[in-house]
């Protein structure tokens, strides 16, 4: 087994200013996402996106996926703390974000500023989602570093001991890492090598939706579920699952729909 590192979850402190890992990794994630995706549009490869876009499209991506990963985590992981006290929604300093809340508020945000832009929504998400894979990796790496998230008890060699007295001094699996390299790493490389292919309009976020889904629902079964709500059926059903399961079967949807209208999909913009 391996102890937990000794690592002050506040990256640094500035007088009474304390910047914590976890906001670091959302600037470094979307920094990086917004690198990237300028670039492709600096040499012509953002599917008609400018580069004068970019900046707004990245913006406005991560407002909606913030917001709504905060109101997603109320409605589904916290729900009975915030009806007991309203004031909870908005105490964003006690942690609470739910990625699927996010995509709900990316979708969001890309159908509005699409719309303005005169671009179809599929325009906009694949242009997108090969670089959110990035905001998850170092997400997951931030959930790994404030000890939050973890596995469940095991006895394999890479088991952790976590040193947050509620995770009970037992090796547990370090999922926020199986996390970060199946919904990181592994699935930034996938959709990157797709769209390299230049696949009809929709196939890439169908396989973001698809490839995000499986990996969560997969990770699940050694995660511990959250608290307070635990397993929701079965003894195993997590609530992470349930809400994965939707994102499968909507990207396979799109996906089919992406097939079927190949021709007009793979018109490029100028």
Same mark, same amino acid.
């Given at each position: ?22 906001g670091l990794?959302?600037v470094?994630?979307i920094?990086l996402?917004?690198?990237?995706l300028?670039r ?8 008609g ?8 499209l ?11 990963g905060?109101? %997603? ?23 609470g974000m739910?990625f ?5 508020g ?14 179809a ?6 242009f997108?989602v090969?670089v ?11 959930n ?5 998230l973890?596995?469940?008890p ?5 088991g952790?001991?976590?040193?947050n007295p ?13 996390e ?6 592994v699935?930034?490389?996938v ?5 390299a ?8 976020s ?8 499986l ?27 349930l ?12 996906l089919a729909f992406?097939?079927?209208? %190949? ?7 100028t």
């Amino acid at each position: 087994m391996l102890t937990f590192p000794d690592i002050d979850p506040v990256a640094v402190r500035i007088g009474p200013l304390a910047v914590h890992w976890y906001g670091l990794a959302y600037v470094v994630g979307i920094g990086l996402g917004w690198w990237l995706l300028h670039r492709r549009a600096a040499r012509g490869d953002a599917g008609g996106w400018t580069v004068e876009e970019v900046s707004d499209l990245v913006f406005y991506s991560a407002l909606g996926a913030v917001l709504g990963g905060r109101v %997603g985590y109320v409605l589904f992981y916290n729900l009975g703390a915030v009806l007991a006290n309203p004031l909870e929604a908005f105490a964003v300093w006690h942690g609470g974000m739910s990625f699927h809340g996010g995509v709900l508020g990316f979708v969001t945000a890309m159908g509005w500023y699409a719309h303005r832009r005169g671009h179809a929504f599929f325009e906009a998400t694949d242009f997108v989602v090969p670089v959110v894979p990035l905001g998850l990796l170092t997400g997951r790496i931030a959930n790994f570093v404030n000890q939050e998230l973890w596995g469940a008890p095991t006895t394999l060699p890479w088991g952790v001991v976590f040193t947050n007295p509620t995770a009970g001094g037992v090796p547990r699996h370090p999922s926020q890492l199986y996390e970060a390299a199946l919904e990181g790493l592994v699935l930034f490389v996938v959709l990157n090598v797709l769209r390299a292919k230049r696949p009809p309009r929709a196939v890439v976020s169908a396989a973001f939706l698809i490839g995000y889904g499986l990996a969560r629902f997969a990770v699940e079964f050694i995660r511990e579920p959250d608290a307070p709500i635990g397993y929701l059926a079965w003894g195993w059903l997590t609530m992470g699952q349930l809400l994965s399961a939707p994102m499968i079967l909507a990207g396979l949807a799109i996906l089919a729909f992406g097939l079927k209208h %190949g021709a007009s999909a793979r018109e490029v913009r100028t």
